[in-house]
């Protein structure tokens, strides 16, 4: 992946061994692979709870898409990290021209604009159908280069890495293991996780400037860069 944090978080593979590990299955050998589904979903369900509960900021990245002459319809997916691209985040689109001309894409494509058949370097893209359309026609092969904000990363295959921290996704997971099987120290590993998960969520406060001052209500405020936050004094 571009984002170098997420490149040092284990993969889903990695978690999947370890929580077995925790949990004693590796005495069984080839016989604990049958518990393999509940625990992946143990680790996805971890992974999709506390990518909500830190809401981490979204990432931007950059793909190509390769235009081919005469074609004017490509798919919205990043090929290289097999992710799909929602138009909607889409924050830039540029045409390589050459190696030193980077043209920057308008959005927009009118019937006036399908109407003419000349074929040129493409100055203007759109949705069409799900796909990306691209105007004029290209008339030789160019690299369009797209600026998107990524959406939650995909956690379902082995080689798949999470967009959150890595440890508290396992220290979910074997909490929720050690209740599925009753382990008798469940609830001190379900305390663990809860206390680990506040102190990532209190480390998103860090650098950011505070301005406390006094709502409409009476009550003090404390204004944040993603919010204003009521604090009640009794």
Known sequence: MANGLIQRYRTLGE???????????????????NNS????????????FIYGELNPSPMKKRTVISLEPGSTLYDWHNDLEDENIDPGT????LLKVS?????????GI????????????????????GQCEVWPTPDIAYDMVIEYLAPMPRFTQDEDRPAVPDRLILLYAI???????????AKAAGETFARMLGTEKGKQHEGRRYIVGESHTGADTVRVSNGIHTLRIS
């Open 15 to 33: 978690l999947l061994t370890e929580l077995k590990a925790r949990l004693g299955f590796v005495a069984q050998g080839p016989a604990s692979n």
């Open 37 to 48: 589904p509940i625990l992946t979903s143990f680790l996805q369900e971890g992974h999709d």
């Open 90 to 93: 889409v924050t830039a689109v």
């Open 99 to 107: 190696e030193q001309d980077r043209r920057p894409m308008r959005q």
């Open 110 to 129: 009118t019937e006036l604009h399908r109407a003419e058949t000349a074929r040129s370097h493409p100055t203007r893209y759109d949705t069409l159908n």
């Open 175 to 185: 909490a929720n293991g050690k209740a599925h099987y009753r382990h008798p120290d």
